[in-house]
């Protein structure tokens, strides 16, 4: 990571990537291979990672948040995810659970839930998905009805990040009719009867991230916790996961770089014929399309993230960033293990774990079909033209 020359907007994006680097290698670097093997969620290092202000790094200082350009942001996660990706997932989709109350909660809302949300305290989790409904999220089944003061929450939510560990969950739900239009947004707490998170899914990676079904029977939650008005639910979720990409493609690229780091100084070390592997140019070759492919995803994460930061448009950007990114790192990763050969099979070096959690991030936020299927539809509109 050392060799990544960033160009970053103020010295005080400069200290905070220190800071990140420095958490990394003391906090992340040696924890875990081991919470990865025993698929143990790291709860009390979020809270330090939060305590450290990096929960809440591009959301409004006056509720507790730090005021980071998302550009700064996806650097902070970069660096997280190249020693441990399940954190900077973590610290991600931790992220996407607060957009909904930061750009569309009341006033009240704001400073009664904000504060501790985005201080790390409390852990948020995004429940779209549903057993019958991944990429065609707009038909979504959970139901809630309003009962006196209370909404009456029942359907089952499906794959959701943090299930079981969360403080809060942010619930889309239909409270009117069919199709987008009648689908809202309940900040739920974890601790309301009737939310039952199921047994945890046995993933193929991030295995310190839990994922599992929620049920929600009968569960009720005050009417004061709709977060924006009825029925804008379903934009609510579209806005968070434009930004949630961003953070998935930072991840995707951290990872890449932790792996091209590990399979270049093995590369140098090994050696066969009496030479370093890495002085044979099949090789070399491979490394060096790896580093190309990551410069390449990191500069187009950045870009969508600065369109961001400047108030553009920046949706299909940030889709672009994270097909491409997801796509490169599952190719890096893979070539990583070849660099290494039968020691890259097996689970005494890293590459075996960062193939396996390369996968989820072609699938997670939009697979990457769907965000074929954005970019090609504002292609069809004539809109996207950079
Ligand atoms: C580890 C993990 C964590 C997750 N975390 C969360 C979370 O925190 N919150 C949450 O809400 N969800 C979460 N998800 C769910 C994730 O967003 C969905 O898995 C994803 O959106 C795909 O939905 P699906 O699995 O139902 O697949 P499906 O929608 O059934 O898709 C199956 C295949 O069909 C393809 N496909 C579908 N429609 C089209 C189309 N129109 N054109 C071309 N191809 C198409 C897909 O690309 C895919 O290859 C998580 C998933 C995983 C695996």
Redesign the pocket.
């Known amino acids: 990571m050392a060799s990544v020359v960033r160009l970053l907007p103020t010295s005080e994006a400069h200290d905070l990537l220190e800071l990140a680097q420095e958490l990394a290698d003391k906090e992340l670097a040696h924890k875990v291979e081991d919470f990865e093997a025993r698929g143990e969620f790291p709860r009390d290092l979020l809270r330090t990672l939060g305590r450290s202000g990096l929960l809440g790094l591009p959301y409004s200082a006056e509720y507790g948040g730090a005021d980071q350009p998302y550009e700064v942001y996806l650097q902070v996660l970069e660096i997280l995810a190249a020693k441990w990706a399940a954190v900077a997932e973590a610290i991600s ?1 931790h992220t996407l659970a607060c957009y909904p109350l930061h750009y569309h909660g009341t006033e009240e809302q704001k400073r009664r839930w904000l504060p501790e949300l985005l201080g790390g305290e409390l852990l948020g ?5 549903e057993p019958a ?4 999220a707009a038909n979504l089944t959970t139901r809630a009805v309003i009962e006196g003061d209370k909404y009456v929450i029942n359907g089952t ?6 299930a079981g560990v969360a403080d809060f969950y942010n619930v889309f739900c239909r409270t009117g009719g069919p199709g987008a239009s009648g689908i809202s947004c309940l900040l739920t707490p974890a601790g309301t009867p009737g939310v039952n998170p199921q047994p945890r ?1 046995k ?1 193929m990676g ?1 295995r310190s ?1 839990p ?1 599992a079904q929620i049920a929600f029977d009968n569960a009720m939650v005050d009417t004061d916790r709709l977060v924006g008005e009825e029925g804008v639910g379903f934009k609510i979720a579209m806005g968070a996961l434009d930004s949630g990409r961003l953070g998935i493609a930072a991840c995707a690229v951290g990872l890449a770089q932790g792996a091209l780091d590990y399979a270049t100084a093995y590369a140098r070390e090994r050696v066969q014929f009496g030479r370093s592997i890495i002085e044979f140019q099949g090789l070399s070759f491979m490394l060096a399309d790896a580093a190309t492919q990551i410069s390449a995803a990191r500069a187009l994460t950045l870009h969508a993230a600065r369109l961001r930061d400047n108030g553009l448009p920046y949706s299909i950007e940030a889709a672009k960033a994270k097909l491409f990114a997801t796509d490169m790192v599952m190719k890096v990763t893979t070539d990583m293990v070849q660099v290494l050969g039968g020691a890259g099979y097996v689970s005494d070096h890293p590459v075996e774990r960062y193939m396996r959690e390369a996968k ?1 991030l072609q ?8 965000q074929r ?1 954005v970019i090609g539809r504002s292609l069809a509109r004539g809109e996207s033209k950079d």
């Open positions: 989709v989790a995004y429940c779209l998905s409904g991944g990429s065609d939510k499906a794959w959701i990040t943090h899914e993933t991030l991230s994922v989820v699938i997670v936020e939009g697979t990457n079909q769907i299927l």
